[in-house]
């Protein structure tokens, strides 16, 4: 397979060199499980190149990767979408300035706009009209960020923001963490082929590669040096070969070898999945036939629906099934499917799912919607560099969180840092589960020398 750093890597370690360098394992000193991943797992030597010069068999394995995401130019990343966020951000919006935000966004961009002093002005939801409005209103804006898809695989209108965003001069970020495998499945390529500026996609969430891995797509707006050096201030200076290497590999697995006909099966496999659920009607699979834009792989089942908690399901599908759920909330329960689920395996979790519905004799729970934002006190740079004090969540209404509070997964905050915790907030987290006696970092006031409130 055309895979130039898993290659140059495989021959490398077929040459049999005396390794005077790190890593200390120097190819073999591990136990027994690690040892072949080992031997592939190098640093910066002249064959091996470099990620933050982008020399090599690196800088090939990203122009594939450009080639295959359809983007101008592709970055790897070691350190997860988190890393991603951080660097996407720092490209897109000027330190200190105020940027256009999904509400529903994942807690790494609350670590960017503290590390980097930004001010957001939410949207409850990504569509064009609202970005729309927003960018009318706020005519400062240069940066917009969106999710997409969500953790639930719903997918935005990432095209016609982009016109938006590009209408009004700003340009736009999409979390794309969990969309790394759209290409693949017929979803198209990734939003930076789409209009957006910059696109992140979490490698490690949806294809088969080894944890942290992720892929920064840029419009080639942006000088690889200033790509690779804002990649660079919020990674690490080793950045892992294998994590590297086992992108490239699969990316040329799902491209040449079989692992894009086993994604498109396991997409059929999940529609059929859907399919059983709601034509029993008991609980209520995500489709496209809700009116949502929908990542096909993605299995989200309502439970709730059954009056049976997500939370509930996902104890049941781990105790007596021994499934494990990438996530459940109040009332459903998120399954990754990716083309390494077997026929069988995505069998056996159907009859999981069609066995649960004994225990969904309850009434649907009524909807639970998330209470508005609360009103935001400092900025989200003071609250998360203030001195704090640790309160149980209970206790910690009427004080500025120090922190985001988001039930996690999916990391979306309920409360940023800097807003202040009210009851009701309290309340809403007792009921989609979130544990209220547990401590979270409040500012400490006595200790407080920022600006006044906001
Ligand atoms: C929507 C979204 N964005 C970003 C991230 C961060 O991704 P990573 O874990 O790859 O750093 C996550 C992680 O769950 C996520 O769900």
């Known amino acids: 397979m055309d895979a130039p750093l898993y290659n140059a890597l495989c021959a490398l370690r077929g040459q049999k060199g005396l390794r005077m360098h790190m890593p200390g394992h120097k190819g073999k000193g591990t136990a027994a499980e690690f040892a072949a991943a080992a031997g592939l797992d190098y640093t910066e030597i002249g064959p091996t190149g470099n990620l933050y010069t982008g020399e090599g068999p690196i800088a090939a394995a990203e122009a594939l990767a450009a080639r295959d995401w ?18 996407g951000l720092s490209l897109c919006a000027g330190p200190g300035s105020r940027i256009l935000l999904d509400r529903n966004a994942h807690r790494a961009f609350y670590s960017a706009m503290a590390l980097l002093d930004l001010t957001p002005v939410y949207l409850d939801r990504p569509t064009a ?12 804006i240069q940066a917009v960020c969106i999710t997409s898809p969500t953790y639930y695989g719903v997918i935005a209108d990432v095209e016609e923001i982009a016109a938006v965003c590009r209408a ?16 693949f499945v017929g979803r198209g390529s990734c939003a930076a082929a789409r209009g957006a500026s910059v696109s992140v996609s979490s490698a490690h969430k949806t294809l088969p590669v080894l944890g942290s891995t992720a892929l920064l797509f840029t419009d080639g707006s942006f000088s690889p040096a200033a790509v690779r050096e804002k990649t660079a201030l919020f990674g690490t200076s080793s950045p892992s070969y294998l994590l590297m290497a086992s ?20 997409a059929a496999e999940a529609a059929r999945l859907r399919a059983q659920i709601n034509k029993r009607g008991v609980f209520h699979a995500l489709c496209e036939t809700d ?17 049976l908690s997500g939370h509930q399901a996902g104890e049941r599908l ?3 099934y021994n499934i494990w759920p990438e996530m459940t909330d109040r009332d459903r329960v998120v399954c990754i499917l990716t ?6 395996e995505l069998e056996r979790l159907g009859a999981a799912f069609a066995a649960l519905e004994q225990f969904a004799d309850a009434a649907p729970f009524p909807p639970c919607p998330p209470p508005p934002p609360p009103q935001v006190r400092r900025s989200i740079r003071e609250a998360v560099f203030a001195p704090r004090r640790m309160l149980s969540l209970a206790e910690a209404a009427g004080c500025i ?37 547990a401590p979270v970092p409040v500012l400490d006031e006595t200790g407080f020398v920022g600006k006044e409130t906001l």
Do not use: M, N
Not at 174 to 180: K, N, S, Y
Not at 339 to 344: G, K, P, Q, W
């Open 339 to 344: 083309c390494a689920d077997t026929a069988e």
């Open 129 to 140: 009209e609202q970005v729309s409005a927003a960018l009318s209103k706020y005519e400062t």
């Open 318 to 320: 781990e105790q007596e």
């Open 168 to 183: 009004h001069g700003a340009r736009l970020l999409v979390d794309e963490a969990h969309g790394a495998h759209f290409p």
């Open 291 to 307: 009116g949502l834009s929908l990542d096909p792989t993605r299995l989200t089942v309502d439970t709730g629906r059954g009056g």
């Open 247 to 266: 992108i490239d590999w699969a990316r040329a697995y799902l491209t040449e070898g079989a692992g894009g006909a086993a994604y498109r099966t396991v």
């Open 70 to 87: 359809g983007a101008a130019q592709a970055f790897f990343l070691t350190g997860g979408s988190t890393q991603g966020v951080l660097a």
């Open 401 to 437: 969180s120090a922190s985001s509070i988001a039930p996690y997964p999916p990391g979306v905050s309920v409360v940023a840092p800097g807003e202040e915790i009210t009851r009701e907030i309290v309340e809403y987290l007792a009921v989609v589960g979130y544990d209220v006696s």
